[in-house]
């Protein structure tokens, strides 16, 4: 069974702090997104990547940067967190389709 | 700027009955349209898509149609099971494969029994 997993359900940090959210798959996919989801907003994309040490930009990267050293992990990092960044964070990835497989999602609350 | 909008944060249908939830979409470039369903602590799943090549699309109890003209999609799930509560989204892609996806704000289903 396909599986993307998510480091933390929850997480609650200060303003300021370097935040690490961690995210790894196990179908050998070469395809890895972050999104976030707000009320009303929907999912937005963050950032994604099509193959180790490549990224790009979505269509909200300001504030985040990510990181993918091997092909089944892609970290998304706040460099320093703000109260506006308090969100549910959803990691996906894809074989190559639109059919993105999502991680359970992890709270995070910036206080 | 919205570009996917699903404009009924919520809706409730008695089980048995037709539920249909709706998408609309400003940018004409969009040619692939997806709905994921999401349950509570769980990330969304994909349930079914459509090109714009076609103007249906149907797996069992969910159809997805597509007016290009209006630049609308809606999902009929019939008939609805309790099960069906979640949140849906409408998601859409400028190139098939492309895997960019622009979601919706989502609509919480709830069927009642």
């Known amino acids: 069974d396909v599986k993307v997993t998510q480091s933390s359900r929850y997480l609650v940090k200060r303003t300021g702090e370097k935040v690490f959210l961690e995210c790894v798959q196990d179908?050998?996919?070469?395809?890895m997104f972050w999104y976030r989801q707000d009320p009303g907003l929907g999912l937005r994309l963050i950032y994604f990547?099509?193959?180790?040490?490549?990224?790009e930009k979505g269509d909200i990267p300001e504030g985040y940067s990510v990181s993918r050293e091997k092909k089944e992990r892609f970290s998304l990092i706040l460099e320093s967190a703000s109260t506006n960044q308090t969100s549910m964070y959803l990691c996906?990835?894809?074989?190559?389709?639109?059919?993105?497989?999502f991680g359970s999602g992890t709270q995070l609350s910036v206080l | 700027d919205q570009q996917v909008k699903q404009n009924s944060p919520s809706l409730s249908v008695q089980e048995g009955r037709i539920s249909i939830l709706n998408c609309d979409y400003t940018?004409?470039?969009?040619?692939?349209f997806l709905w994921y369903k999401k349950y509570p602590a769980e990330g969304p799943t994909f349930l079914i898509s459509?090109?714009?090549?076609?103007d249906k699309n149907e797996d069992g109890r969910f159809t997805v149609f597509l007016n290009k003209s209006a630049k609308h999609l809606s999902l009929h799930i019939v008939p609805s099971q309790p099960g069906d509560s979640a949140v849906y989204f409408c998601?859409?892609?400028?190139?098939?494969?492309?895997?960019?996806?622009?979601f919706g704000q989502g609509t919480r289903l709830t069927i009642n029994p």
């Open positions: 459509i090109s714009s090549i076609k």
């Open positions: 179908m050998d996919h070469e395809n």
């Open positions: 998601a859409a892609s400028v190139l098939q494969g492309a895997q960019k996806l622009v």
């Open positions: 940018n004409s470039m969009f040619d692939y």
């Open positions: 996906a990835s894809s074989g190559g389709n639109e059919k993105l497989f």
């Open positions: 990547s099509y193959d180790v040490k490549m990224k």
